[in-house]
């Protein structure tokens, strides 16, 4: 049904609604499993319009309720059949990354640069989800991010905001599929709107200065593209902006999301972020008051801290919140319920899936975002048996790699790197990593290569977790110094959710993988890379930085007055960036080597230039390059174009990401890998909102990542 006759048909559930109702719709409550009896009482008493199936603020990181379906079913029975109007419950849960069957976390499917193979995983992930009752879900959160020190990085798809643009689309879709009415598809929320991954000094929860230019071109580009693909809601950050809280702030809420972005679903609020700003800060007097900023801002609905339920019909009666204010809210909130046939179908049907085949996906999906950073005289992959000696804190783990916010995984499915290796190759000798090193090390002295498995817990990422120093641990690295000393090849897997400082730790290793946070399957994703029964194609999705003092370093910086460089070349002593650090990181956004080698070659545009008319009216710069495999293995190589306005009425980055494509490449083979450019990549916004594209020249920078030096020169005229 189209959006105005759903709209249509919620003004007419509004019309027959009394203030109480309505005070119940904007309000969302939270659930625990042993008060069942109490939420369906509040349900005949406050008719909540959603029921959040968590019973903590930390749900990505505390044990929540398991999501029982018949228990939902029971509770939306009582909204239907034992409230005024019938009106049905919209059930949320924090389904980020999986559900029984966990992918990997959202910062390393970014890595895998295939938005095809996100959108099935996402689908998948909607189809365990739905099965159990769960009909709205509080992702994508697309909040764009350049400090590794923020935990909830990994939640997110990291730097850039064209692939962040990229990953919106492929989450909605895959969670509401291309018809939200559909019974099995669930209602997406992009969140957390908006700029919460600036918080300062990564430290979560911390104040973000955001300028309009930088919001508009930034962090905005996710959400533009997540309301383009039809998010039926958004969730506000706990962040402040202009020195006022996302949860109060209605420049942001209502002028900028709903007016200049058109976003007509409704907005809610993050946990107790509505309390929060009388709690700590400082903005509103009382939960009065912060309900009163909030529903006038644009908040629609109220996370679990009954600020609306308690306050709205007292602010109605002095009249400074209106009752059209409370109808719009109502109504939006109506609407997304309609739009998704939840009057159709409120106990939507439970349709099995396909375990087997969720798994098989699971694993693809990590081993497509394993990341080869290094491999010095091609120690990977290695012989199934050659004599392996294997050691590190994750080796044996079954837990941690599937990564923060997973609220419900089957731990059946997880098995030990350890495990998949032996699957791989039994010729291993294993050491553990704590107690004497160096005496233990001595028993892989005969070894043909040593692998560690290093990395972080899920503990030490996600949200409330940030880190000062981001990086591999001192006791890990003792581990690999040790290795080193027996003049054997080091490979490390570096099992870090969260991007790291790697710096001159480099030399430890003489091949490393970033393999992130792989979810249910991350184990056998690495057996299959380190034995070569998989080809490393993921790409950095961030900047890994040299060290913690380049922070915050990202690859689409602008260029300064006199440091014109950003982190491309550090040589002219006039521009350095630092006097005691380079400024270049260790590894640069975009950045993954393969098994394999690939030549670039003749890079072109069909047209040197075009007029602005031409471009506005959809006429595009066709480039195109030629890449071929020149190594023995089969390959994927990863063509990515990066675009640099060189005179703008803005400052504008040095290097910006605009087009990608995967292309599998036989020893030998040679494809032609062709981009379309237009006014969509070749402008930027103004701090209004405004679109324009500016006539002049444009570099064009086609590579393996954001270095690239093959470059092509265009112009719009
Ligand atoms: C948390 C998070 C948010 C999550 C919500 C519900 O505090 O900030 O991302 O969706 O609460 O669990």
Not at 59 to 77: C, M, S
Not at 444 to 470: K, M, W
Request: hydrophobic share 40%; glycine share 8%; charged share 25%.
């Amino acid at each position: 049904m189209e959006y105005c006759e759903c709209k249509k048909k919620a003004e007419e559930i509004l019309a027959k609604m009394d203030r109480k109702e309505k005070i119940g719709q904007v309000t969302q409550i939270f659930y625990t499993e042993d008060n069942l009896e109490e939420i369906k009482e509040a349900i005949r008493t406050i008719h909540p319009g959603s029921i959040i199936l968590c019973n903590s603020m930390f749900a990505g990181n505390e044990a929540q309720a398991t999501v029982k379906r018949d228990k939902i079913d029971e509770l939306q029975k009582t909204a239907i059949n034992e409230t005024k109007n019938g009106i049905p419950l919209i059930f949320g849960r924090d389904v980020i990354h999986g559900h029984k069957v966990v992918f990997p976390i959202p910062l390393t499917m970014a890595a895998s640069f295939d938005m095809e193979c996100i959108r099935d995983c996402y689908d998948m992930v909607r189809e365990e989800a739905v099965y159990d009752g769960i009909k709205w879900t509080f992702a994508p959160m697309i909040d764009l991010c350049r400090d590794p020190r923020w935990g909830r990085i990994i939640e997110g798809p990291g730097e850039d905001p064209y692939l962040g643009s990229l990953m919106a689309k492929a989450i909605v879709k895959g969670f509401q599929t291309d018809d939200l009415s559909d019974e099995e598809a669930i209602a997406a929320c992009a969140k957390h709107f908006v700029g919460y991954g600036a918080s300062e000094g990564g430290r979560d929860y911390n104040h973000t200065e955001i300028s309009d230019y930088l919001l508009q071109n930034t962090f905005l580009p996710a959400f533009r593209s997540a309301i383009k693909a039809g998010a039926a809601t958004v969730m506000s950050g706990f962040n402040d902006v202009n020195g006022i809280p996302i949860s109060a702030n209605k420049y942001l809420l209502t002028d900028v999301l709903k007016n200049q972005l058109g976003f007509n679903g409704f907005v809610i609020s993050d946990w107790d972020a509505i309390r929060q700003m009388m709690a700590f800060s400082g903005f509103a007097a009382d939960k009065k008051d912060a309900a009163r900023l909030a529903i006038n801002a644009g908040i629609d609905m109220d996370m679990v801290d009954n600020c609306y339920i308690e306050n709205l019909d007292a602010l109605l009666d002095e009249g400074t919140v209106s009752e059209q204010q409370l109808d719009e809210a109502v109504l939006r909130i109506l609407t997304v319920k309609i739009q998704m046939g939840l009057f159709e179908h409120p106990i939507c049907k439970r349709n099995p899936y396909n375990v087997q085949k969720h798994l098989a996906k699971a694993q693809q999906m990590a081993e497509k975002s394993i990341v080869l950073l290094k491999n010095e005289n091609n120690v990977l992959p290695l012989g199934k048996s050659d004599s392996i000696g294997l050691s590190g804190p994750f080796l044996e783990d079954k837990t941690e790699l599937v990564g923060s916010w997973a609220l419900d995984t089957d731990y059946n499915h997880v098995i030990s790197p350890l495990e998949a290796i032996k699957q791989k190759n039994e010729n291993i000798t294993i050491i553990t990593h704590t107690g004497n090193l160096a005496h233990n090390i001595m028993q892989l002295r005969d070894c043909d290569a040593i692998v560690l498995i290093l990395g972080e817990g899920r503990d030490v990422n996600g949200e409330a977790h940030s880190l000062s120093q981001p990086s591999i641990p001192e006791n890990q690295l003792l581990l690999a110094k040790e290795a080193k000393k027996l003049g054997k090849p080091v490979i490390g897997v570096l099992c870090f959710g969260r991007p790291i400082v790697i710096g001159e730790n480099d030399k430890l290793f003489d091949a490393l993988l970033f393999a992130g946070h792989g979810g249910s399957c991350a184990a056998q994703a690495i057996g299959a890379i380190l034995f070569g029964d998989a080809e490393p194609e993921g790409r950095l999705p961030f900047t890994l930085p040299y060290s913690v003092g380049q922070i915050p370093i990202y690859y689409n910086a602008q260029p300064g007055a006199r440091q014109i460089n950003g982190y491309y070349n550090d040589e002219n002593p006039a521009h350095r960036n630092y006097l005691d650090c380079t400024g270049e990181p260790s590894y640069p956004f975009g950045f993954g080597l393969s098994y394999t080698e690939f030549e670039y070659a003749d890079l072109k545009t069909d047209a040197e230039s075009l007029g602005s008319q031409e471009l506005n009216k959809g006429k595009l710069f066709k480039i195109s390059v030629t890449v071929q495999n020149t190594g023995e293995r089969r390959g994927v190589a990863v063509p990515q174009l990066y675009v640099r306005d060189i005179l703008a009425s803005r400052m504008r980055p040095l290097r910006a990401l605009r087009a990608f494509s995967k292309l599998e490449l036989m020893p030998g083979e040679s494809k032609k890998a062709e981009f379309s450019i237009g006014y969509e990549d070749l402008g930027f916004f103004l701090e209004n909102g405004t679109y324009i594209v500016e006539p002049g020249e444009f570099y064009i920078y086609v590579g393996e990542n954001c270095t690239a030096k093959n470059q092509i020169k265009i112009s719009i005229t």
